[in-house]
């Protein structure tokens, strides 16, 4: 008998994916890749630049007197434009996000606190195991903590709040394994831009990378994070980590890309401009003259990162390069208060470092400095499309945090294992 | 059944939502009247005088990678182009596409040229685009599923209005 019910339970159960095994929870049947499932959303996350016009489809999906569906598990940040730029336009955007969350009794995460879907990791709103859809395409970070997080537009954030759901395909399954030890003075981020490089563009397109391997469980939360992030440079849905306590694949899971990431001998990578996977080694690539540092964001704005940064700079004699302006961004203002403890940004403010408000920062050319014409940007950030920064004809490159601090050193990209204590 | 009649706007792989209109526009108002002046300004800054109402968007692949921003498509559509063809698409904007009743068409691309007169004609049994240089013509499945029947309602507001929730349709 025990035989015979085992076998049912296999023959029930086919083995999962975490993707298939976390949408299959949200939409009450058993889902695998290629369904089409409506799927209850544990949280739904907008933002500044995102919310305004989610409101106005909100308004019409609903009509007059429409309410959320399900306000605590609704949440807005004031990220983007931190603060309100030169143009009415951005305080007219926040009065607005701030007057709807009022009437709905949804919560808002001022302008300072930092970036959406760092906010709601770092106060322990992400749990393993949820779907979260975010009107900002790097929601998927919190895949870090075992959530299938995914980016969405205004329309769909607007259905969640009004609906409580969202329809999703559920995608293919891709895995990633690091493997070996990582080597000193190579960061997560140099590990990402190389696995952004290998699959290309769109290469995890509609799929779900899953990061294991024994290497996996030596990388730290703010690793983790900034490594699911850059996966949608590569068009994935989600990436996800399997975490204790959280949701795990099954073994013999139908995944349709095994993919292999040798750690043990990666040097540190520069993305050139105008796109994130066109990386090459930073050998290629030193040299190159910069005028303008950005650290911040949430591939490089972390705690973690901007004292891997300040280690550099102060190994590296602590004085920035004539010509060249270090802006520094914390991602949030719980980050900031842990660097401002531990003496780190009163070291770069210092060194002369522009230390701005917490959140997105010039990232998008939505608020901070926006780099002049002809200036060369090296960016901690995830994104270096031509005018991304808001200046079509400031070419951007996005290394590490230790390479953008080398970098800041030099006037020139530089290898941050090669910085030297000063005479 | 929809039927369009215009001109091939071609454009090549990799065309992120921020060269459709830039993040740095769009803090500035969400008005589309206003920001289709900036339509693709990054990559050709005389483009948005250019286009004419009934331009097709032709791509390679990965179109609307990047930011998740819906402007991307509303703008698309406020400056008078209805479909937009690629050879793949980046999910998000595909999404922002239907949603707003921007049909989106994956085929191949690969011998549409700028100017090309194409038609294209999509209905229930799918969708042909017709190149008048080539005389090739493509026949594309529907859509299907809940993105169809949200494409088919004009959109994600007129599908919501109608059906109050997202209705689910099995597998697909």
């Known amino acids: 008998m025990a035989f015979r019910a085992a076998r049912t339970q296999l023959y029930r159960m086919p083995p999962q994916t975490i993707a298939e095994k976390i949408l299959s929870a949200k939409c009450g049947r058993l889902a695998h890749a290629g369904d089409v499932v409506v799927c209850d959303v544990d949280l739904v996350l907008g933002t500044d630049a995102s919310a305004p016009m989610a409101i106005g489809y909100f308004e019409r999906m609903g009509g007059p007197g429409a309410r959320v569906h399900d306000p605590s598990r609704v949440a807005f940040a004031l990220d983007h434009y931190t603060p309100q730029s030169e143009s009415e336009s951005t305080a007219k955007f926040h009065a607005q996000v701030r007057a709807f969350a009022r009437e709905q009794g949804v919560r808002v995460f001022e302008v300072g606190e930092g970036i959406s879907h760092q906010i709601i990791v770092e106060r322990g709103i992400v749990r393993p195991g949820q779907l979260i859809v975010g009107a900002d395409s790097h929601t998927v970070t919190c895949g870090a903590l075992n959530a299938f997080a995914t980016g969405v537009g205004s329309s769909d954030l607007a259905a969640a709040m009004l609906t409580g759901q969202l329809w999703l395909r559920v995608p293919e399954t891709m895995r990633v394994t690091l493997r070996g030890d990582r080597p000193a003075g190579v960061a997560a981020k140099d590990i990402a831009l190389a696995i952004v490089a290998m699959l290309g563009g769109d290469g995890a397109e509609y799929h779900a990378i899953e990061f294991v391997g024994p290497a996996a469980d030596s990388f730290s939360r703010d690793d983790r994070l900034v490594l699911s992030n850059l996966m949608v440079e590569a068009g994935a849905k989600a990436a996800i980590w399997e975490v204790a306590g959280g949701v795990f694949a099954d073994a013999g899971a139908r995944c349709v890309r095994e993919l292999v990431v040798g750690i043990d001998r990666l040097t540190p990578r520069v993305a050139l401009p105008h796109a994130p996977k066109n990386v090459v080694a930073i050998a290629d690539a030193v040299g190159t003259p910069v005028q303008m540092v950005f650290l911040g964001t949430c591939t490089g704005g972390r705690a973690s990162d901007l004292r891997d940064a300040r280690a550099i700079l102060e190994r590296g004699g602590g004085r920035i390069a004539d010509g060249v302006t270090l802006v520094v961004t914390p991602v949030s203002s719980d980050v900031a208060r842990q660097l401002e403890a531990d003496g780190t940004l009163p070291a770069l403010a210092r060194m002369g470092a522009v230390i701005t408000a917490p959140g997105c920062g010039a990232c998008c050319g939505t608020s901070g400095v926006i780099p002049d014409d002809g200036m060369t940007v090296l960016s901690t950030a995830n994104r270096n499309f031509k005018a991304r920064m808001g200046n079509a004809s400031a070419p951007i490159y996005l290394a590490s945090p230790a390479a953008c601090a080398a970098a800041a050193l030099s006037g020139a990209i530089a290898d941050p294992r090669t910085v030297r204590a000063g005479p | ?172």
């Open chain 2, 1 to 172: 059944m929809t039927e369009i009649i215009g001109r091939a706007r071609r454009l090549g792989d990799d065309i992120n939502t921020d060269y459709i209109i830039s993040s740095a526009r769009k803090k500035t108002t969400l008005d589309e009247q206003i920001l289709k002046q900036y339509l693709l300004e990054s990559l050709d800054p005389a483009f948005a005088s250019s286009v004419r109402a009934g331009d097709v968007l032709v791509a390679g692949k990965n179109l609307g990678c990047g930011s998740a921003m819906e402007v991307a498509a509303t703008v698309i559509l406020a400056a008078g182009i209805r479909a937009v063809l690629a050879t793949s698409f980046a999910r998000s904007f595909y999404r922002n596409a239907i949603n707003n009743g921007l049909l989106p068409i994956e085929c191949d691309t690969t011998e549409i040229l700028e100017g090309d007169a194409l038609m294209i004609t999509a209905g229930p049994d799918g969708t042909s685009i017709t190149n008048e240089r080539t005389g090739r013509c493509e026949i594309r499945p529907p859509l299907g599923g809940i993105a169809g029947a949200i494409l088919d309602a004009g959109g994600l507001v007129a599908y919501l209005r109608r059906e109050g929730r997202f209705v689910p349709l099995g597998r697909t």
